[in-house]
């Protein structure tokens, strides 16, 4: 299938690792341009190397740290000034802590919102001008499936997802007559670093081990495994195509049957 993307450019954050990295490279494999951003700079040189190398796509990474609304701008604009346009946005950030509302600070509330919430709100202030002045334009937001059923422990991320949510689906419903889709996609658990990372918090309080902590999570999912990233990106891909252009305010989940809902 042809999913129309070739030409097109697509802004991706936290693009050096993990789902952001597997959505770039899915992207640039059915011929995107790309800009990438994530904050660690070697990292992201790393990974938009690596990129350009397989795929041969032309590719820009920006060093940035996405709850700095200054350095979104530079983003966006260095993408603009390298290729005249940014046609889709892909927003994502990492996962902000796991903890118990009695468990959280104030400051820890304003930094996640920063980072989960007002960085994709800040990246698609950005982008829309130029996507409803072309009237071409695709947003997809990379969420979470707490926001469908609530992951214990996740007060945070449950919350500040679901916020996401409703901007998105109420934005929708606003750019849809400019040609511009806005969608969200929820990775259910899946093989990444970010995973990796949670399992061996969570299983050190237990006092069990990571495999088995894994484990525990396998149990919960119809499919019996963990998602891998190259699954998930495949989805992202296709909503950000041309082939996805009647679909807008969805919310879809590639999670194995984790969430057990009708809808």
């Known amino acids: ?45 790393e990974t938009a190397a690596a990129i350009a190398d397989s795929t041969g796509a032309h590719v820009l990474a920006v060093p940035a740290d996405v709850t700095d609304v200054n350095q979104v701008a530079r ?49 698609a202030r950005q982008v829309l001008p130029g996507m409803k002045e072309r009237r071409w334009g695709r947003i997809l937001n990379i969420t979470s499936i707490a926001v469908k059923q609530p992951v214990d422990n996740l007060m945070l991320s449950n919350s500040l997802r679901a916020g996401l949510t409703g901007f998105a689906r109420t934005l929708a419903n606003e750019v849809a007559a400019d040609g511009v889709t806005v969608n969200n996609i929820l990775p259910g658990y899946t093989r990444t670093e970010r995973l990796e990372e949670l399992a061996e918090m969570m299983a050190d309080k237990l006092g069990i081990s990571a495999a088995e902590f894994r484990g525990k999570w396998e149990q919960e999912i119809p499919m019996g495994r963990l998602g891998e990233p190259r699954e998930f990106a495949a989805l992202a891909a296709f909503l950000v195509s041309e082939r996805a252009s009647y679909i807008t305010g969805t919310s879809i989940q590639v999670d194995g049957g984790w969430i057990r809902s009708l809808v």
């Open 1 to 45: 299938m042809d999913l129309g993307l070739k030409e097109k450019v697509a802004l991706v954050a936290a693009a050096s690792r993990g789902l952001g990295r597997a959505v770039a490279e899915e992207l640039a494999a059915e011929g995107a341009g790309l800009v990438l951003c994530a904050r660690d700079p070697a990292t992201l040189a």
């Open 75 to 123: 983003v966006v604009q260095s993408g603009n000034e390298r290729f005249g346009r940014i046609d889709i946005l892909v927003t994502n950030a990492g996962g902000p802590p796991a903890g118990r509302f009695d468990q959280l600070t104030r400051e820890q509330w304003e930094q996640a919102s920063r980072l989960t919430l007002f960085s994709a709100i800040e990246l």
